[in-house]
């Protein structure tokens, strides 16, 4: 099998079959500087012309042009939809990472968040691990009913179960979040409902019992701040839907 290193390694060494000037030697270097800067993902997508060009001998100048147009025509195409494509926030227990309190996840397997994997539009976080909690921790709730609102400002705390006031990881993880969906430009995000730091319209009372109360969790609270759009892992469909409007705004 020739390889896409063999493959430019020989192109280098090999002149081509016409034209003394050298123009196509030096069209073909440019062309191997841009395959050795962007890796072997470029040629994914290459359309038939270039696919033939690329096995096809002898090598000529117009062939070594057309190689050259197509491998920038491909990075041309991926530039732009990288440049469409929003990104989206995701709680990483529900992309399988073993985070949460007890050492364990919560994967989900729905399809529109695998596509959206396999797109590479996806961002992981968890803030209470950001927040420099440790993997496992104790369970922790909002005091009071309160909500992460209340965290925020300063009028209620994040307890664990042990007593222990830990709002203060719970806010630095929630700074964690803004500085990611900063960062990467993210007007979407999808958390973990329920939780203390990601619940986005239900968070535990502060009881331990097990009873929920209709207030968003501490990060989700300042990403809703920033305006950003925040959906549980149940509301998949809805968040597809937005994201479909703000990528057909970029091309508009």
């Known amino acids: 099998m020739i390889t896409l290193g063999s493959r430019c390694s020989y192109l280098k060494r090999r002149k081509p079959s016409r034209g003394p000037d050298g123009s ?12 050795g800067k962007l890796g072997s993902s470029v040629f994914s997508g290459m359309n038939s012309e270039f696919l033939g060009v690329w096995a096809a001998a002898p090598l000529t100048h117009k062939k070594i042009r057309i190689l050259s147009r197509s491998i920038r025509e491909n990075h041309h195409s991926r530039s732009s939809k990288s440049k469409i494509m929003e990104a989206i926030l995701v709680s990483a227990c529900l992309l399988g990472k073993r985070v ?33 909690l440790p993997i496992p921790r104790a369970p922790a709730e909002i005091e009071g009913a309160a909500g992460g609102m209340a965290v925020l400002r300063g009028v209620a705390r ?59 969790g501490v990060s ?12 549980s892992e149940e509301q998949l469909e809805e968040a597809e839907a937005l994201l479909k409007q703000l990528e057909a705004e970029k091309t508009r």
Not at 24 to 35: D, F, G, P, S, T
Not at 168 to 193: D, M, N, T, W, Y
């Open 24 to 35: 196509a030697l030096k069209e073909i270097m440019r062309a191997y500087a841009l395959v």
């Open 100 to 132: 949460r309190y007890n050492g364990s996840d919560k994967r989900c397997e729905h399809l529109i968040l695998q596509r959206w994997v396999q797109e590479g539009r996806v961002v992981a976080v968890c803030p209470e691990v950001a927040g420099g």
């Open 158 to 216: 994040v307890i664990d179960a042990d007593g222990r006031d830990v709002s203060v990881p719970f806010r630095q993880g929630a700074e964690a979040a803004i500085e990611l969906i900063r960062s990467r430009h993210i007007r979407i995000a999808v958390f973990k409902e329920n939780s203390p730091s990601c619940g986005s319209s239900f968070s535990y009372d502060g009881t331990f019992t097990g009873k929920k109360v209709p207030f968003p």
């Open 220 to 231: 989700t609270a300042r990403l809703q701040e920033a305006g950003v759009h925040i959906f």
